[in-house]
C-alpha cells in the first residue's frame, strides 16, 4: 500500500496536539482534493455496511458534501472522513475517546477501499499508531 499522507514523521505528545494538527491537515487535504473529483458519472456511496459480512457489525457512511463522506461505526467506537471518486475511497479513521476497550484509545489510520459491481468495497487500512495494514469488506446492507 501507498499512503500520501506523511503521518510516519508525526510524533504522540501526551496532549495529542500533533495528531490533531494530522487529522486537520488530512481533512483538509481531503477537502481540496474532493472539490477536484467530482464527477456527474460519481456513484453513491452513503449507506449500511456490514463490516467483514457481520450483520452485527454496521457501518454507515453518510455523504457530507460533493465527494466527502462520513464514516461511523454502529457502537459508535470509530469514525472516519474521506473522499470517493466513483471507484475508491480513500480516508482516515480514528476511535472516538469513548471507546469501551481502552486500548484502542488514540488509534487512527487511513482506509483505501475499491468498490466492486455490488456496491461493495474491498478496503485496505493500516493502523498509522501501530504501523498494522489490514484488509476488511464492507458489504451493502440496504
Known amino acids: 500500500m501507498t499512503y500520501v499522507f506523511g503521518t510516519d514523521s508525526l510524533g504522540n505528545k501526551e496532549d495529542g496536539t500533533m495528531m490533531k494538527l494530522a487529522q486537520i491537515a488530512v481533512f483538509c487535504w481531503v ?10 458519472e460519481t456513484k453513491e456511496i452513503a449507506g449500511k455496511y456490514h463490516i467483514n459480512r457481520n450483520p452485527d457489525n454496521v457501518l454507515t457512511i453518510t455523504h457530507v458534501a460533493d465527494n466527502v463522506y462520513r464514516l461511523v461505526a454502529g457502537d459508535g467506537s470509530w469514525e ?26 488514540g488509534m487512527w489510520g487511513v482506509h ?6 455490488k456496491g461493495s468495497l474491498s478496503v485496505e487500512a493500516r493502523n498509522m499508531v ?9 458489504i451493502k446492507a440496504d
Open 31 to 40: 477537502t481540496v482534493v474532493s472539490s477536484s473529483l467530482h464527477s456527474a
Open 80 to 105: 472516519g472522513i474521506g473522499t470517493f471518486d466513483g471507484k475508491t475511497y480513500i480516508g482516515v479513521w480514528k476511535y472516538r475517546d469513548t471507546v469501551k476497550d481502552k486500548q484502542y484509545l
Open 112 to 117: 483505501k477501499a475499491k468498490l466492486d459491481a
Open 130 to 138: 501501530q504501523k498494522h495494514d489490514f484488509r476488511l469488506v464492507w
